[in-house]
Nanobody, 123 residues
Framework: VQLVESGGGLVQVGASLRLSCTASERNTYMGWFRQAPGQEREFVAARRWVGGSTYYGDSVKGRFELSRDYAKNTMYLQMNSLKREDTAVYYC????????????????????WGQGTQVTVSS
């Protein structure tokens, strides 16, 4: 499975940005993680391709929204009200196993990763 992210860039605080992740084939779960310099990889959001719940990290809940275009094998991360602390490299990830609330946030559960796209939020 190959994952290709796009949509990163430099924006100001309060702005919006939409990231895209296109998969060569659909897997069970797809999600987003991010990693800022000197920090551990952080869970952002994830969901099943079909049905199921959508999960969000506490720091983005209410501001970010995950959606998908099934026909295009693409999942989108709409990021609103961006803050400086959202600055990071954002990675798309795909899991071939079913995940539950206690495991969906664990990066080790994901089998495939994209190359990452940089998001920088400036004041």
């Amino acid at each position: 499975v190959q994952l290709v992210e796009s949509g990163g860039g430099l924006v100001q605080v309060g702005a919006s940005l939409r990231l895209s992740c296109t998969a060569s084939e659909r897997n069970t779960y797809m999600g987003w993680f991010r990693q800022a310099p000197g920090q551990e990889r952080e869970f952002v959001a994830a969901r099943r391709w079909v049905g199921g719940s959508t999960y969000y990290g506490d720091s983005v809940k209410g501001r970010f929204e995950l959606s998908r275009d099934y026909a295009k094998n693409t999942m989108y991360l709409q990021m609103n009200s961006l803050k400086r602390e959202d600055t990071a490299v954002y990675y798309c990830a795909s899991a071939s196993r079913g995940l539950i609330a206690s495991t969906v946030r664990q990066s080790g559960q994901y089998d495939y990763w994209g190359q990452g796209t940089q998001v920088t939020v400036s004041s």
